[in-house]
């Protein structure tokens, strides 16, 4: 699992990352200061770094030049001084990012999985990264319910065989369901099973879309209920479904 170490003298700020970094997947550490930092460092490992700039005794900036010296993880700068000499300094200390307090959790997220993909990439040998992949094989028909869909083709058939015309956003939708079925899926992990790194860009929109979901199969077939809102939690996909 994905390691993050969180360095903020808030303890209120530190908490709230780390919950939400958590509830996406993350195993999560924090630190008060440079110097709990470097005390975690020299018995975990950690995948990426979010430091804050302003801390007391030791600020983020000379945390981050020693880091860079030592070959440590990528780091996130925080900082509620958000000035373009500030970014750029920092930038050019060897931070992978620097965002500006107070930040959307969801951004904050969003940049951690770009510098977490930039980082694996580059330590992936030259040979390795231009290699042709192998041919991935089809997947399989997903059928629930009388219902058909094929990933690979984004065909999505109802059960009297009628095609259904879905939009990219509908299909990621219908497929991160299918995925995790007879499960409550909150907001969140909705929108992060169907848009990834574009998550952000989708905050308000999942009632929507689960709406328009709706309408577009209850059109080809209204026979079962295919898709369960749970008050207060989310929504589950009631079929059971084999491939």
């Known amino acids: 699992m994905t390691r993050i170490l969180i360095v903020d003298d808030d303890p209120g700020l530190r908490g709230l990352i780390s919950t939400f970094l958590d509830r996406h997947g993350y195993r999560t550490?924090?630190?008060?200061?440079?110097?709990?930092?470097?005390?975690?460092?020299?018995?975990?490992?950690?995948d990426l770094i979010v430091l804050d700039v302003m801390m007391p005794q030791e600020d983020g900036l000379t945390a981050l030049k020693g880091?860079?010296?030592?070959?440590?993880p990528p780091v996130i700068m925080l900082s509620a001084v958000g000035s373009d000499i500030d970014r750029i300094v920092g930038l050019e200390m060897g931070a992978e990012d620097y965002m500006e307090k107070p930040c959307?959790?969801?951004?904050?997220?969003?940049?951690?999985?770009?510098?977490?993909?930039?980082?694996r990439g580059a330590?992936?040998?030259?040979?390795?990264?231009?290699?042709?992949?192998?041919?991935?094989?089809?997947?399989?028909?997903i059928n629930f319910a009388g219902w058909r869909m094929q990933p690979d083709s984004r065909m999505v058939s109802a059960p009297s065989g009628q095609d259904v015309s879905l939009s990219d956003a509908e299909f990621r939708l219908l497929?991160?369901?299918?995925?995790?079925?007879?499960?409550?899926?909150?907001?969140?992990?909705?929108?992060?099973?169907?848009h990834g790194e574009r998550a952000d860009h989708f905050d308000r929109a999942i009632d929507?879309?689960?709406?328009?979901?709706?309408?577009?199969?209850?059109?080809?077939?209204d026979s079962a209920e295919l898709i369960r809102t749970v008050r207060n939690e989310g929504y589950m996909f009631v079929p059971a479904v084999t491939r």
């Open 208 to 221: 929507v879309q689960i709406s328009r979901l709706r309408r577009k199969m209850a059109a080809a077939d």
């Open 175 to 194: 497929r991160a369901l299918v995925d995790h079925p007879r499960r409550v899926l909150t907001r969140d992990q909705l929108l992060d099973f169907a």
């Open 67 to 72: 880091l860079a010296a030592s070959g440590g």
């Open 29 to 46: 550490d924090t630190a008060s200061n440079p110097i709990e930092m470097r005390a975690k460092l020299a018995v975990e490992r950690y």
């Open 104 to 119: 959307n959790p969801r951004e904050l997220l969003a940049r951690i999985r770009t510098a977490l993909r930039r980082s």
């Open 123 to 141: 330590s992936v040998p030259a040979e390795a990264a231009t290699a042709a992949p192998p041919p991935a094989a089809a997947e399989p028909w």
